[in-house]
Each structure stands twice: as C-alpha cells, then as structure tokens.
C-alpha cells in the first residue's frame, strides 16, 4: 500500500469512528461459483470495543469533506481538519484486499456530502457497482443513503447494498434545526419512505419470479446521538417505537454524544459521553424488539427518563409491584417474559418444561433464570414469602443496586497482569 493511500485511509477510517449504525446481521446469501464473500455462517461476523462501537466491518468515509456545519460533526465544514477523499477505485481495490487478506468481512460506506447530495450518492454507488460487477464481491455491505439524493440513486444503491440506513442524528425536529440549521426531517424521512417502498415492491416481485433482484434485503436502520439535545428518554424510545411498526426497520442505534466540538455554546458541556445512558437506551430497545413492552410503559409522563441505577425491565417491575409475584408453574408465557432475572430463552424453556412437573429452584438456575434478581418476584414453594410486595420496592431497589456495587467493586480487586 502506498503512503498516499495509508494516508487517506488513517483519516477516513478516523472519521467514520462516529458511526454506529453498522451491524452485519439481518441477511443470508450463499456462497456463488466465481464470487468473493458470503454473508452466511461466520464469514460475516461483528465484534464491539469495549465502549460500543461496531469494528468488524471495513468502516469507511469516502471522503471527510462536507458542505454541512453540523454542531455535533467532527467533519463539519468549519472544523479546521486535514481533508481528503478516496476515488470509487481506489476504495473498491482496498476493499477487495483486506477481504482477501481475512481483515474484514464487509464493508459499511458512509461519507461527508461532497458538492451536493446526489454528487455524493453517485460517487458511493460507483463503489459498491465495482465491488459487485467487477470485482464480483458477494460480501456484506451496508451503505448510507445521503438525505436529498435523488430516488434513482437510491434505487440503483439499493439494488447492490444489503442494509441501508439513514441517520435521522438528532431525536426531534426542533433541536436539528437548532443543531444542523442545513437539515430537516423532511429530507431524511424521504429516503428512508422510498427505502421501505422499494422493499415492499421487491418482496412483491419475488413472490411472483424467483428471480426477481433483491432491494435492500438486511432492511434499514438509523442512529440517534444522545445527550447533545435535552430530548429525554420517552421522545427518543417514542420515536423508536415509531420506526420498529414500520416494515423495513431492522435496528436503532443509540450513540452517546462525543464532545468533539467543545466551546460550541449550542452543545452541552460533558465531560464524557453518556454511556450509561446508552447502554439503558439499548435494554429498553431490547425490550419493545423481543419482550413486547411499548414505549409508555418502560417511561411515561412521570417517569421521562430511565433509571441509570437499574436496568429498564427492573425499573418496570418496581415500579409496577400489583403484577407480582408471579407463579412460574402456573403464569401465561407473556408474564414470565416480564419477570427481572428471566430472558426470552428461559421463559420459552419454564413453558415448556413445567408440562412435565412442578418446576423448583434448581431447575430454574439450570434452565437460566437469574434467582438474584427473579427471587422477589416468583413465588415457588421453596421459596420464602418474601417477594417485592412484602419486601417493598424501595428495599428491593437497594438489594439490587447494592449487589450491582458489589459487583464493580469486587472486579477492582482483581489485580490486572499485563503483557511484555
């Protein structure tokens, strides 16, 4: 590799760190005779950094310029950094090599906007073109759609992506424009409805001819920064929850505000991102996805904001106490599911294994549940008559938190070895 290409990929590789609408998962091609890449098994695979961030796909910025002066960018034009853009070849070359050499597994595509939108679209379509027609790339690959491109772009990208998404960046209106006066709903939401009707008319087409080409088959997803706007945890999980009955949604994500702009008196002054938060927000994601909770229940009118102390399901379940206890060997699967300490996989497991006799204690542990927390709210014969009615909320709060410090406070003991 040369130095003006390391040169580039060190700073747009740099730039795309931001992004964490990427995952590889949601779409399944095999292998083709004379192709590179699968999407299946363990070929396409993701892994995290210890604050989040997805770094298993070949995560890229085609270029760091940017007609944009978004408050919350590092690339926004008024930031004096050094700028640089790759050609379609050159960043489809560098694909095709690390794949080949097993760095990566997929490439996610994002870019700054570069003289207008559909200049920008056009540029990032003629990659993926090479990788596909070319190069004959049959990997994963999720593509930024660019708000205000035209439909035809679109069209055509979504022809040759597997996920696409659209950041919708801030959660409500009002603070993007306070935060990015260039942009609006309108121009994001655009993409985003046509993404969804493209999807719609494919799934249609294949119905009718198997062979019917594929539009945007991993779905699409967005990512929402958090803590740069005073928008609370209800507006955000309401707009999630908005976006998940829609069809095509796959994912929401939830980045914690990276101060990279300080002294910009529009932005909050923190000294770290919100991780905590961040984390919560994607229990309560977790929770509307595969738990059936809505919205209003996990925060509501009184309670706007999740508790950091403790995650969202707890939360519920303590403030909701008339629900408990509940008899596991007797409770429909939708109470089970709501239960502190019992996952999806374990509920599944108690419905179907108490066909067979009572279930007790170890059988429980065995199965998955987590007593610690479930403890206050079941009632099992071997258990004492002590559940969160008994014990009240607040003191079941404390039990639970406390363990939690515990916890933390044993893993500092741990004395850390590092290597030569």
């Known amino acids: ?45 993701h892994s995290f950094t210890p604050d989040g961030r997805c770094i298993s796909l070949f995560k890229i910025l085609l270029t760091n310029h940017c007609i944009y002066d978004c408050a919350y960018c590092t690339n926004r034009r008024s930031n004096d950094v050094k700028r640089t853009a790759f050609t379609p070849r050159e960043l489809a070359e560098l694909t095709i090599a690390f794949y080949q050499r097993n760095y990566i597994e997929g490439l996610f595509l994002s870019s700054g906007v570069i003289r207008n939108p559909d200049y920008t679209m056009e540029q990032m379509l003629r990659v993926v073109k090479l990788l596909r027609d070319e190069y004959r790339f049959n990997g994963y690959i999720h593509m930024k759609a660019i708000p205000g491109a035209s439909d035809e772009l679109i069209a055509q990208a979504g022809r040759y992506a597997d996920r696409m998404s659209v950041n919708l960046e801030i959660p409500s209106e009002e603070n993007l424009k306070l935060l990015a006066p260039e942009k609006s709903y309108s121009e994001v939401f655009a993409p985003m409805r046509f993404i969804q009707q493209g999807m719609l008319e494919s799934a249609e087409e294949r119905k009718k001819f198997r062979s019917a080409p594929r539009f945007v088959p991993a779905g699409q997803s967005t990512q929402l920064i958090i803590g740069a706007t005073p928008d609370s945890d209800r507006q955000i999980l309401t707009l999630a929850s908005a976006l998940y009955r829609r069809p095509s949604f796959k994912r929401v994500y939830y980045s914690g505000y990276i101060p990279v702009n300080r002294g910009d008196s529009r932005l909050p002054a923190l000294a770290a991102p919100p991780l905590v938060r961040e984390n919560r927000l994607y229990q309560a994601d977790w929770l509307m996805r595969f738990y059936a909770f809505n919205a209003s229940e996990i925060v509501n009118e009184t309670h706007p904001d999740l508790d950091l102390d403790v995650d969202p399901k707890m939360g519920w379940a303590l403030r909701h106490p008339e629900f408990f206890p509940v008899d596991v060997n007797t409770a429909p699967y939708e109470m089970i599911l709501r239960v502190p300490g019992i996952g999806v996989k374990s509920a599944k497991l108690i419905v179907v294994s108490r066909r067979y006799g009572r279930l007790s204690i170890p059988q429980l542990k065995k199965i998955g549940v987590v007593m610690k927390r479930a403890q206050y709210f079941i009632v099992n014969r071997e258990l004492p008559m002590q559940t969160v009615n008994e014990l009240t909320p607040q003191y079941v709060r404390r039990q639970v938190t406390q363990k939690q410090k515990n916890r933390a406070a044993a893993l500092l003991q741990y004395p850390i070895e590092w290597g030569e």
């Open 1 to 45: 590799m040369n130095e003006k290409i390391l040169e580039k990929l060190s700073i747009l590789a740099d730039a795309a760190k931001y992004d964490v609408s990427c995952a590889s998962s949601g779409t399944s091609r095999p292998a083709v005779k004379g192709g590179i890449g699968t999407t299946t098994g363990w070929g396409i695979c």
